[in-house]
């Protein structure tokens, strides 16, 4: 599992933070337990679309399947934002294109990201 992320030190304009500790919290245990790989994106860049990908079995009715799907829009993926934001997230599935270019995406912000770090 991988992810890219503002740090959690990094402040808006106003001085309020922008990555919450608890979402924080849930990133730093995810690692530790999963072996997550963090990137931050570098000060002055602000990536506000989330995407999630999944290559994995995935629950499709009663049964599971392994599937590839994108999950993509602007929500912060917390139950909070979720259900009391009206922002747009979208579930693309069965179509391996789609799935490779958000893949592809992802790897060059990796990479980009990756040169960045301390």
Do not use: C
């Amino acid at each position: 599992m991988e992810i890219i992320t503002r740090g959690p030190d990094t402040p808006y304009e106003d001085g309020t933070m922008e990555m919450g500790a608890s979402v924080d919290k849930i990133l730093s245990e995810t690692a530790a337990q999963y072996g997550l790989k963090r990137y931050y994106q570098r000060d002055g860049v602000n990536i506000h679309s989330k995407y999630m990908l999944v290559d994995a079995p995935y629950q499709d009715g009663n049964t599971y399947k392994r599937q590839k799907l994108v999950w993509v829009g602007t929500p912060n993926l917390t139950d909070e934002a979720l259900y009391s934001s009206y922002e747009l997230l979208a579930k693309i599935y069965e179509t391996k294109l789609s799935y490779d270019v958000f893949r592809r995406n992802f790897s060059t912000l990796a990479t980009q990201a990756a040169t960045l770090q301390p």
